[in-house]
Structure formats: C-alpha cells, structure tokens
C-alpha cells in the first residue's frame, strides 16, 4: 500500500466528532479496522492458505501435515499478511490525527475550556450524552489548542517511529534466522524457486491437456448420443447437491468414486459406458 493511497483514505473516511466517548470508539475503529480487514484479505489471497486447509478434515493420516510443518506453515502466512496492516498502523502514529482524537477529551476539561464558557446554560440530554455528563468539553476535543495537539501528535510521532524501527529490526532479524537455519545454499535455493514454478507451469500444461481430452470424449458422446429429457436434467444438475437424477445413475464400479467424477456431465457419460457395457453382456449371454 502506498503512502499516498493511506493519505486518500485517511481523508475519505476520517473525521474526528466532537463528542466524547465517541473520539475514542471512532479513533480505535478506524485504526483497528483497516488493518484487521487488510490482514483478512491477504489471508485470503495468499495460495498458501488454500494449499493448506483445502480437504484437510477428508486427508488420510499418511498425507496429513506434521504438526511441525503447519506451524512453520502459519508462521510464514501470518508474517507475510501482517505488512500491510503494520503499515498502516504505523502511518496512522506518524499521521497523528487518530492518536490526537483519541487522546484529546483527557485535554479539554469543561470547567478550564475556552470553548464552552456559557456551559451553565446548556443542560440538554444530547450534550450531556456527549460531555461525559458536563465533565469535558465537545467542541474542545475536535478544536485542541496549538500546544495540546503540538505535544500529542509529537507523542504519536515517537511511537510511530518506535514501531517503525521495531518492526524493521525483528524483519531483519527473522530473516537472518531464516536464512541461517536454510537447509539450502543461495544456489540451491534459486534452484529450488525455479524447479517449483516450472513444475507448477507444467502441471497446469498436461492437466489442462488431460482435461481437454476427457472434456471433449464427454461432450461427443453426450451429442453423439438420442437424447432425452432426463439426460439435459443430469447434466444440468450441480454435483455437490445429491438429486433424484444422480441417485439413479448406474456406475461401474471402479468408477463409483466421487474423486473421479467432478460435473454431471462427467457423471452422465459414465452412466452411459455403464449401460453400453450392460448391453453388450447381455448380447454375449443371449448368444451362448
């Protein structure tokens, strides 16, 4: 993310109300929010995760992660998802609008506020709600004075910095570890990188080639063949919903596996091979 979209968002969405405890809930939202939503998302987006947790409950115990490996796993996931809420925490300290709001009520006590001079004379219920019963002054927390917003956002300066420097010497740090504790050279570990994306590359090549093949067979065979109503019904079905229509089908038996069957098409032509496969049985018998 970079500082200038912060800056944009910052602006879009963040306004301090004059109220209190409403600076504190809305200063802790907006610095909260975004970074939780931005770790959620790369969680999502990182392929890792899916790797991991995909069919994991139906994995035999010969093919489950050690517990040593998911640890590692998650660790490389997590450290990886939580730069850009870092850095957006971080900016919000150097920024200092949101540690200002949340800290200015401590700043604005009704009785030495410039701002509510005239406070004997409102005594509604909505200002009371919002001075914290005629303790603070509203209009004082969005309206600090030039020295109270000076030391506070000089205070959130030093503990933005400090978070900078922190979270930059634990990456270095992590990453040396990691690196020491490689089983690999630098060679090898480029090697390594190289071989995994070529063998990814050249599994989606003759995967994608399989399935063309098996694709096309079943769509020949399916406008080869007399239709019937029953058969746009199955191949219309949605495979992970069990219907009359896939309750009926006739499958052989070594392929009565719902890990070689994935779409009602695939399920309609096995059930035709299956029938053909009757058929000519029952010819052989009639003929002896």
């Known amino acids: 993310m970079q500082p200038n979209s912060l800056a944009i968002l910052k602006d879009l969405s963040f306004s301090c109300p004059c109220a209190y405890p409403s600076n504190k809930y809305q200063s802790i939202l907006f610095l909260i929010g975004p970074s939780l939503t931005l770790f959620l998302l790369l969680l999502m987006l990182n392929t890792l995760t899916w790797r991991i947790l995909y069919g994991c409950w139906a994995r035999s115990n010969d093919t489950r992660h050690s517990c040593a490996a998911l640890l590692a796993r998650w660790v490389e996931i997590i450290a990886q998802a ?37 406070w004997t004379e409102t005594t509604s219920l909505p200002y009371l709600e919002i001075s914290n ?6 209009e004082c927390i969005c309206n600090l004075n030039g020295t109270f917003q000076s030391y506070l956002d000089s205070q959130s300066s ?5 978070l900078l420097i922190g979270y930059g010497l634990l990456a270095v740090f992590v ?14 570990r480029k090697y390594v990188e190289i071989y995994k994306d070529e063998e ?15 694709a096309d067979a079943n769509v020949r065979l399916f406008f080869d063949e007399r239709k019937e109503n029953d058969d746009w019904d199955w191949i219309s079905g949605v495979p992970a919903i ?15 596996s719902p890990n070689n069957l994935f779409t009602p098409l695939q ?22």
């Open 82 to 118: 939580s730069i850009a809420p870092a850095a957006w925490i971080i900016f919000a300290f150097l920024d200092g609008a949101y540690y200002r709001c949340f800290r200015a009520s401590e700043f604005c006590p009704i009785k030495n506020s410039v701002h509510c001079v005239n």
């Open 133 to 138: 019963d005629g303790e603070i002054c509203p």
């Open 158 to 162: 030093i503990i933005g910095w400090s």
């Open 175 to 188: 990453i040396c570890l990691y690196r020491i504790c490689n089983e690999y050279t630098l060679l090898q």
């Open 200 to 214: 990814e590359s050249a599994f989606e090549q003759v995967a994608k080639e399989h399935a063309a093949q098996v």
């Open 242 to 256: 069990r219907n009359k229509f896939f309750e009926t089908l006739q499958l052989a038996k070594e392929d009565n």
């Open 267 to 288: 399920l309609w032509a096995k059930h035709k091979e299956y029938q053909k496969l009757s058929t000519s049985e029952d010819d052989k018998s009639g003929m002896d």
